[in-house]
């Protein structure tokens, strides 16, 4: 899996700016703020303490689906998005897990802060986290005859995910960030997103909602899961998970890191793909949705991050969630969603990002059958010349040789007339030559 390079040189782009009037003394004070001044003003202290509650609901040691402590979190969360006057309403959406009785007749809820749009309120942006837990990593000989009273602090994996849209919630309700609010937003806890001994399935809240959403025509024009951010100690970075109809979702996302300069890498196009969350559910009905989690997967290691040990066990508690990290993602998504949901008020131009470095993507598929695209980023108009070559060296494909102005450019390669094999994608473009290889599979 690649990553995008650590943001350390100096950055384009032009700032949101909006003007924020504040009575004093009968007088009116003009302060001007950024994008970059709305996502520092994410609260390292509130995402903690959501943390901690959570870790602890209710004072018991569990979130796990149909225990008293997942009742607890509930009613910890549905009093915390109560709290948040901007929101137009708090639901609790109630549901039944498939499984043997009792288990399938107890409710089990997710709760839904709506923030209503004023210009296009039928089209809604999801922020979604799921706030039950899970200590099956402990073993099945602990973890299925222990399951209703296990220690499952669940920090990490998902009380992080949850913090971030709780804390989204507080900033983007107030009337002071100027967040226009031209779309809905949903602020959305999931129940029952992890599998268990005493029920059935797995992603049942989220599958719940989605085939409601679905059934009732509800527009949702993307949703974000935000799944296990807090655990990488090595590197500021997160993966996005998509698949090929999302994949837009995950652009956005990095644009929105660089035009608001949060310092977090995440991967780059094609991003890989999973279900092992509730954006899954989302897919199935048709709509856009991308994950963001601290690697993909968690279960391995790269030269990004160390695997994770401490998910689904015990072990999973606060000391072991790097903070910074969670307020970095939750920043990244706070800029994303005032770019989606119709930026601030007063604002005087739409970002403008460019890179800083000539760069070449993977190709995706690949391998492919019969045809394959590539992109490429230019930070200036520039001449660039893409050709393919086969194994022995022999061109084989012209794919372009003209100027293009500064962004991102795709194109397409046809490997129709060619027979099976490794294929070498080289570019030259501003005194670089960068090159790949792709598989052409038949």
Not at 180 to 199: C, L, M, N
Not at 262 to 284: G, K, M
Not at 334 to 348: H, N, P, W
Request: with cysteine; charged share 15%.
């Amino acid at each position: 899996m690649s990553a995008a390079h650590a943001r350390g040189a100096p950055r384009r782009w032009i700032l949101l700016c909006f003007s924020v009037c504040t009575l004093i003394g009968g007088s009116s004070a003009q302060t001007m703020l950024s994008l970059t001044d709305l996502t520092d003003s994410v609260s390292t202290d509130n995402l903690r303490d959501h943390i901690a509650a959570l870790e602890h609901p209710g004072g018991l040691h569990s979130r796990v689906t149909l225990t008293p402590g997942n009742d607890s979190a509930a009613a910890y969360i549905t009093r915390a998005m109560g709290s948040i006057t901007g929101l137009t309403s708090v639901e609790r959406d109630t549901f039944y897990v498939p499984g043997q009785p009792p288990y399938n007749t107890k409710p089990i809820v997710n709760i839904i802060g709506t923030l209503e749009g004023l210009t296009r309120p039928s089209e809604v942006l999801i922020l979604g986290a799921h706030y039950d837990c899970s200590a099956s990593r402990m073993g099945d000989a602990i973890w299925i005859p222990q399951w209703l009273t296990i220690n499952a602090p669940g920090a990490d994996d998902n009380a992080t995910g949850v913090a971030c849209i709780l804390e989204l919630a507080r900033l983007l309700c107030d009337p002071a960030s100027g967040f226009t609010r031209d779309v809905t937003v949903k602020f959305i806890a999931f129940g029952s997103e992890e599998s268990g001994p005493a029920h059935d399935g797995s992603h049942n809240g989220s599958t719940h909602y989605a085939q409601s959403a679905r059934a009732r025509g509800e527009d949702i024009i993307g949703m974000l899961s935000i799944d296990m951010i807090g655990y990488n100690w090595s590197r500021n970075y997160t993966a996005i998970v998509s698949n090929a109809a999302s994949a837009w979702l995950g652009d956005q996302f990095r644009t929105a890191l660089f035009s608001s300069g949060v310092p977090l890498e995440t991967t780059i196009p094609p991003y890989p793909y999973a279900t092992y969350s509730d954006h899954e559910a989302f897919w199935t009905q048709g709509y856009p949705a991308i994950l963001l989690i601290e690697h993909a997967p968690p279960w391995n290691s790269s030269s990004v991050y160390n695997a994770n040990p401490y998910y689904h066990k015990t072990s999973d508690t606060l000391g072991t969630v790097n903070i910074d990290l969670v307020r970095r993602v939750t920043q990244g998504v706070l800029a994303m969603s005032i770019l989606m949901g119709g930026g601030v008020s007063g604002a005087a131009e739409i970002p403008v990002v460019l890179p800083q470095m000539t760069e070449l993507r993977p190709n995706y598929p690949n391998p492919f059958n019969p045809q394959t695209t590539v992109s490429f980023v230019l930070p200036a108009e520039a001449w660039a010349d893409a050709r393919v070559y086969d194994n022995l060296g022999r061109e084989v494909a012209l794919l372009a040789q003209r100027v293009f102005p500064p962004g991102e450019h795709t194109l397409t390669f046809d490997g129709s007339e060619l027979p099976s094999g490794i294929y070498l994608l080289r570019l030259a473009a501003r005194g670089t030559v960068l090159s790949q290889k792709m598989a052409l599979v038949k």
